[in-house]
């Protein structure tokens, strides 16, 4: 069934067919309407789940990450500087291995305040070891709630779906809403390996010495930095099982897409954009007028950010003549973190394109089709500069 509905209604009903036991969450624009819905569909008794209103945003993960460890399926959203809020919780929950699913309604953070999108939030928290999954439209923001729950509970590490705030929270698109019937078949019911019981006491996540050490039981247990180690090599083995679900999906849906990029037009072209969310659909437009003008360009939106998609990305662009990375966000003092990233993941290629950087729309700012032709035509002119120093699209100064 089709139906035309927001970005963020998109999501709720994604949660709902997710069948999430324990929701908790504090309203911050622009992710507000996703917990609203939330909240009606359960108070409507439309959902089976239990909706806990808090005071903060630390305090809605908190709740999640009890829920969790208690064996029940949660969620939460925010964004902006409610994610940040998070920051504490984000490391507990998984350092703690708790299959959380968040959406993140992508905003710019303060000081000073702006309620416009950009991608600064969920960038800034990449490295607190958590899934990082992007969505570009409303089919694939119900879409990834669902397999973000699959994918959680697969590799016991939260995930956060991110998505554009306005562009695509509080617009309307049509999108196909999954079958409840078919979600049960892809989306069995939660069934942790551990999970605190007032039946079977136990303790988890005490303090941790620095060596590994005899449990209670006698056997040894991995120190911190072991516990360390085996969330990130999870992390990277995550990219297989994220494949797995790809291809599973499609088995009971019918649809399903490349797992961690989505390509338009780039089999032929020499050089590629890259981007993540919603602008990757925004330069499609601007990909076909350079394609009629003899530009040889193409679009790639990254579908994964982290664990980060390497040989992928080494796959997808070795040979190109050049990649263009646009992004909303970027690394202080530095570049744009996701021009760094796919720089090193092609790092070992033999046939390595060079690798440009534009930063532009951060706080909202307009992101307009004629400048991000201009940069492109730029870009893909022989001999154009190279440079690390990444370049700023729509800056007044």
């Known amino acids: 069934m089709h139906i035309i509905e927001s970005g963020n209604v998109a999501a709720a009903l994604g949660v709902k067919l997710a069948e999430a036991a324990v929701i908790a969450a504090y309203p911050i624009?622009?992710?507000?309407p996703l917990t609203e819905k939330l909240s009606e569909l359960v108070d409507a008794g439309e959902?089976?789940?239990?909706?806990?209103?808090?005071?903060?945003?630390?305090?809605?993960?908190?709740?999640c990450i009890a829920a969790s460890s208690t064996g029940s399926r949660t969620f939460t959203a925010t964004s902006a500087n409610g994610l940040l809020y998070m920051t504490e919780q984000l490391n507990w929950a998984a350092g703690a291995r708790l299959p959380i699913v968040m959406c993140v309604v992508n905003r710019g953070i303060g000081a000073p305040w702006t309620v416009w999108n950009d991608h600064q939030d969920s960038i800034s928290q990449r490295d607190t070891g958590w899934i990082q999954l992007y969505a570009c439209d409303h089919q694939q923001i119900i879409d990834s709630v669902i397999k973000a729950f699959a994918l959680a509970e697969t590799v016991s590490i939260p995930v956060m779906v991110c998505y554009d705030g306005?562009?695509?929270?509080?617009?309307?698109?049509?999108?196909?809403?999954?079958?409840?019937?078919?979600?049960?078949a892809f989306l069995p019911d939660f069934s942790p390996q551990y999970a605190l019981d007032p039946t079977c006491p136990k303790n988890l996540n005490t303090v941790t010495l620095p060596d590994i050490r005899p449990d209670v039981r006698n056997e040894t247990a991995p120190g911190y930095m072991e516990i360390r180690h085996n969330l990130h090599t999870d992390m990277r083995k995550s990219l297989d099982v994220i494949?797995?679900?790809?291809?599973?999906?499609?088995?009971?849906?019918?649809?399903?897409?490349?797992?961690f990029i989505e390509p338009y037009r780039t089999d032929d072209a020499e050089y590629v954009a890259v981007c993540m969310g919603s602008l990757s659909y925004h330069l499609r437009d601007v990909i076909d007028k350079l394609r009629e003008d003899g530009v040889?360009?193409?679009?790639?939106?990254?579908?994964?950010?982290r664990p980060f998609p390497d040989k992928a990305v080494a796959e997808a662009f070795s040979g190109k003549k050049g990649l263009i990375v646009f992004e909303k966000?970027?690394?202080?003092?530095?570049?744009g973190a996701l021009f760094a990233d796919i720089k090193a993941a092609l790092y070992g290629c033999a046939e390595r394109p060079f690798v440009k950087n534009y930063i532009l729309?951060?706080?909202?700012?307009?992101?307009?089709?004629?400048?991000l032709a201009e940069a492109l035509r730029d870009s893909c002119r022989p001999g154009s500069e190279t440079s690390d120093a990444s370049e700023w699209i729509g800056l007044k100064m």
């Open 29 to 32: 624009t622009p992710q507000t």
């Open 47 to 63: 959902m089976k789940a239990q909706y806990i209103p808090v005071e903060s945003e630390h305090s809605a993960l908190a709740v």
């Open 166 to 184: 306005y562009i695509l929270s509080h617009t309307y698109m049509p999108f196909e809403l999954p079958d409840p019937e078919q979600v049960r």
């Open 243 to 259: 494949g797995d679900i790809e291809n599973r999906f499609k088995t009971v849906f019918g649809r399903n897409g490349d797992p």
């Open 296 to 305: 040889s360009v193409g679009v790639a939106g990254l579908r994964v950010y």
């Open 329 to 335: 966000a970027l690394s202080y003092g530095y570049q």
């Open 361 to 371: 729309g951060l706080g909202g700012r307009e992101i307009k089709t004629t400048e």
